[in-house]
């Protein structure tokens, strides 16, 4: 069968149920389907798009909010970028054993060749050795290129031979 042919099918029943209704019967009907198709057309169209202006009005100043955030923030990092770099002064000997000492270690040898650091210590504490790693870190901004760490037979010491380089912005 054809869709035509179904079609008119179906406007011939649709025509005879209707023919044989009385007139407030077809209000009834007609009543009853404009309001169907108003409750369809309510949920499926409507309804969605007043929840989601509603929802997009609520998120809306917080997104603003997020937006200058990020465009503060960015511009001080352009600023930042812009800056010139302090340059580091050269290590000494003295700055490591003072830093040594603040964190109670003892250096065994230490050897500065231009921006490398040769330091051994001898049965330190490894939480101390790390820790002073960390300042030295942030102070001199020297980060370790070579490390040899054995321990020792007591809990929590260790020997160690560190290399470390003065990392600088160029």
Not at 52 to 60: A, I, T
Not at 159 to 169: E, G, H, P, Y
């Amino acid at each position: 069968m054809k869709l035509t042919d179904l079609l008119k099918e179906y406007n011939q029943s649709f025509s005879s149920f209707w023919a044989l209704r009385e007139a407030r019967e077809r209000l009834l009907l007609i009543v009853v389907f404009a309001f169907v198709s108003f409750g369809l057309i309510y949920a499926l169209l409507i309804y969605p798009a007043l929840s989601g202006r509603k929802q997009l009005s609520e998120e809306l100043p917080l997104l603003r909010q997020q937006v200058a955030l990020m465009q503060a923030l960015s511009k001080e990092a352009a600023e930042l970028g812009d800056k010139p770099q302090i340059a580091l002064a050269p290590i000494n000997k003295n700055q490591i054993e003072s830093s040594l000492s603040r964190n109670g270690l003892k250096l065994h040898d230490l050897l500065i060749t231009g921006d490398y650091l040769k330091v051994q210590l001898d049965a330190v504490s490894f939480a101390g050795m790390v820790t002073w790693l960390d300042d030295i870190q942030k102070t001199f901004r020297l980060s370790v290129v070579d490390a040899n760490i054995s321990s020792l037979n007591q809990p929590d010491n260790v020997n160690a031979a560190l290399t470390l380089r003065q990392v600088r912005n160029e």
